[in-house]
């Protein structure tokens, strides 16, 4: 009963570092997303892929990349990590097609020195 | 440009009390609303609405749509120290998720 496996849970990374948050999920859903959740924002919408091999730019995409290589996995880069993007980080799944609820990996907290 | 809007932003009652969430939303597509629980991890899900004034129902926990008025409402009743947590509305808009900022709900003993 995995569901949507996230990780590494805590992160530390240095300003100008390069990581990869890592997500997968086995409910074969075609739908994946990345959000970060910051204090008093609700949860924004990083990339988000419909599909293996298609992916999509959210509401905040600049620092991030995503690749969606297979229907399972959904790694989210940081390509130099800057004090703004210290979050917590959600990956999140769905079933493609109306009326589908969101399954939440257990989420990342980066902090960025 | 789609927005979702809940309130309070937080609230903090005595364990027993009846408290009522709410969601309003104005989005381009409407296909449905989902309500979330958070506490320390993941979101977890609640209920989905698609339907006007159909409540769902879990227990303590019940939520209603009216797609009229566009809003929603999450009620909670006789609480318990175990409901404290954020509680996070979505919208679904052509199959993108649009979220509120939550409601912090805080039940004290």
């Known amino acids: 009963n995995a569901g949507v496996t996230q990780t590494p849970k805590f992160q530390v990374l240095k300003t100008g570092q390069s990581m990869t948050l890592q997500c997968a999920q086995d409910?074969?859903?075609?739908?994946m997303s990345w959000y970060r959740q910051d204090p008093g924002m609700g949860l924004r919408l990083i990339h988000y892929?419909?599909?293996?091999?298609?992916?999509d730019q959210g509401e905040v995409p600049n620092g991030y990349n995503v690749s969606r290589s297979t229907t399972e996995d959904f790694p989210l880069r940081l390509l130099s990590a800057a004090p703004s993007q210290t979050s917590v980080y959600f990956c999140?799944?769905?079933?493609?097609?109306?009326?589908?609820?969101?399954?939440f990996g257990q989420g990342t907290r980066l902090t960025v020195v | 440009e789609d927005k979702v809007v809940q309130s309070p932003l937080s609230l903090v009652v005595h364990e027993g009390d009846t408290v009522t969430l709410n969601c309003s939303y104005e989005?381009?597509?409407?296909?449905?609303l989902l309500w979330y629980k958070q506490e320390k991890k993941a979101p977890t899900f609640l209920f989905m609405l698609?339907?006007s004034g159909i409540e769902k129902k879990s227990g303590r926990l019940s939520s209603i749509l009216d797609k009229k008025e566009l809003f929603s409402i999450l009620n909670i009743t006789a609480t318990q120290t175990g409901d404290s947590a954020v509680y996070l509305c979505?919208?679904?808009?052509?199959?993108?998720?649009?979220w509120g900022a939550g409601t912090k709900l805080i039940i004290k003993p």
């Open positions: 698609t339907s």
């Open positions: 409910m074969n859903h075609e739908y």
């Open positions: 989005v381009t597509n409407f296909r449905s």
């Open positions: 979505a919208v679904d808009s052509n199959y993108q998720l649009i």
């Open positions: 892929s419909v599909g293996a091999g298609i992916t």
């Open positions: 999140a799944s769905r079933k493609q097609g109306m009326n589908t609820e969101a399954f």
